[in-house]
């Protein structure tokens, strides 16, 4: 197959031209992406929809000033390669794929092709179709980053995730699991026997109780909210052990952090992703040996992203929220 017979000039893509709401979101056709040395074109089938996507386009992430606009947004995507960076590269056409672009330095994966790293790919799951591998790439990374990297989960180790149910939330029960620690999650009422299943030995209802007057001597907190929300992450300090760990993910989501994790004696730490096709390699094993499942709330046509947009942010998505492309 030719490169001038595989790949079209130009594609459908959702973009956005200026910080808004999810109703800015529109299609729109724009150049194929192109890939340079040591980059790999994509032929999407699936990618999903993240909540730091949202915040990208409403402009409440720093991300968005870095953006040339009118702008594709979107981070993860699974399909299959159109364009190799060599003859002999293992990533040959054809090969099916999933993984994340680094945007805004690349364009993004909501659209019929994306350009990314080859070292931000790997080979899908053989037991995932393209739309649970979709869902994959970003929140595993993210809860793998953060779980293992960071707290690096081992047995007699209490590790409490806020948020279990969500898309990041999902992953981090189930590795934290995987490696020995009880987990300790809180979710809603509605998702308390979902997160049991992935593997939480107590789950508490949020709605119907609060974890600071359940819970005490923690040895990690890994939060998945941030003090935007019912003063999750101060409250959060106060059941961990002296000399805990605090993870927090959300990108600004507590300011005042440092200052208030040094009062208590805790050691507290930003976690930032870092793209690596070698983690979801690992990550792809533990997915076809079914230690890790997936769960996917809803999936949306790629032309009603602003639909998927709009369910992410309401907070109330169990999994996570891709788009058909």
Sequence with gaps: ???????????TAIVVD????ATTLHPATVPVPPAYIGEVLVKVAAASVNPIDTKIRSGASPTAKALAYPATLGHDFSGTIARAPYEAHPLQPGTEVYGMTRLPRYTGSHAEYVSA???????????LSH?????????????????????RAHHGQRILIHAGAGG???????FARFFGADVISTAS??????????????VIDYTAARFDDELSDIDVVIDLIGNVSDDTGSRSLRVLKPGGLFVSVPTGSFPTMHDEADAAGITATRFTLTPSGDVLAKITRLIDRGEVRVHIDKTYELADAAEAHAAVESGHTRGKVVLTV
């Design 1 to 11: 197959m030719t490169e001038s017979t595989a790949v079209p000039e130009t594609m």
């Design 18 to 21: 200026e910080p808004g709401p």
């Design 117 to 127: 790293p080859t070292l931000c790919v790997a080979p899908k799951p053989h037991s």
């Design 131 to 151: 739309v649970e591998a979709a869902s994959v790439p970003l929140a595993a990374l993210t809860a793998w980053g953060a779980v293992v990297d960071v707290a």
């Design 168 to 174: 990041v939330g999902q992953f981090a029960v189930q």
């Design 189 to 202: 009422g509605r998702n308390v026997d979902f997160v049991r299943s992935l593997g939480g030995s107590t």
